[in-house]
């Protein structure tokens, strides 16, 4: 009788760890499911930059080679509108994350008044359509008779990047320890110092985190690109241009190199962040 009741107890106790078994197993599916789905076009775009097409239409696949990546940068009006992008992009992840930085730091460390206001513009910054941004900034520059082309691509790419950057470093602000900073007064540091010796490293990945969103929303930017581009042609708005005569294989290139490039950034900023064992 003792047995019977031992072996019940322990189905009773066995199943629902199956159940929660189960499913995590059908969680983890899913989630493997997802990310195939997100990786999809990703991949799609990797395998037709070894599509041996003998034209523009790469669109079905004709056979592997690696011709493409030795003639990369064949078509030069491509290869100029992707210097034009990766320009673009780098002054807007160096404005945008000096701005961005000051901006978020304030925000997180004091209260003053009107910062509910900044919060507000921007969030709504963020959240507004690219769209009304690309449509209001053109009517900005056309009333204040600035000429359209890669300076006024990068204002505005500064201009709604700002407000990303901000977002992350005041994240990071919130949590600092204050106590860091009020040890390194005691031992005599002004402000100036303290902030760059003590609370800008702490801060720094936040900043870089801040400065790479920035960077890969400008490069990925079309449509507020294509508001205020005038004749100057980005890499997305010749992709764009280029999709009504068929797109060259040059393109499915230049974006995987751009995704390896992502790839490996995010790869070595996860082992640097990886802390490290103390020395035997």
Not at 56 to 73: C, S
Not at 90 to 100: I, N, S
Not at 186 to 192: E, Q
């Amino acid at each position: 009788m003792t047995q019977v009741l031992e072996e019940e107890e322990t189905a009773v106790v066995a199943a629902p760890r199956r159940s929660r078994l189960t499913g995590g197993r059908a969680l983890h599916i899913y989630t493997w499911i997802v990310i195939g789905w997100l990786t999809l076009p990703v991949l799609v775009m990797i395998l037709f930059g070894f599509n041996d097409t003998p034209g523009r239409y790469n669109q079905t696949w004709e056979g592997f080679t690696l011709k493409w990546y030795g003639q990369v940068f064949a078509l030069d009006e491509l290869t100029k509108a992707l210097v034009i992008s990766l320009l673009v992009a780098v002054a807007t992840a160096v404005v945008a994350g000096a701005l961005g930085t000051g901006i978020g730091y304030a925000l997180g460390r004091y209260r003053f008044r009107g910062s509910g206001t900044v919060n507000l513009i921007m969030f709504a910054t963020m959240s507004s359509p690219e769209l009304v941004m690309g449509a209001s900034l053109l009517t900005l520059f056309v009333s204040l008779g600035v000429g359209l082309g890669a300076v006024t691509i990068t204002i505005a790419h500064i201009m709604f990047s700002i407000s990303f950057v901000a977002v992350v470093v005041r994240a990071r602000v919130l949590t600092l320890d204050r106590s860091v900073e009020e040890a390194a007064a005691d031992l005599g540091a002004n402000a100036w110092t303290t902030f760059w010796r003590i609370t800008f490293p702490i801060i720094m990945p936040a900043v870089m985190s801040g400065m790479l969103l920035a960077f890969a929303l400008s490069i990925d930017d079309f449509v507020v690109s294509n508001f205020t581009a005038g004749t100057t042609t980005t890499f997305p708005l010749w992709i764009w241009g280029a999709t009504r005569v068929g797109l060259p294989p040059q393109v499915n290139v230049m974006g995987t190199l751009i995704f390896l490039g992502g790839v490996l950034i995010a790869v070595v900023t996860s082992i640097r962040s990886r802390p490290r064992r103390p020395a035997a």
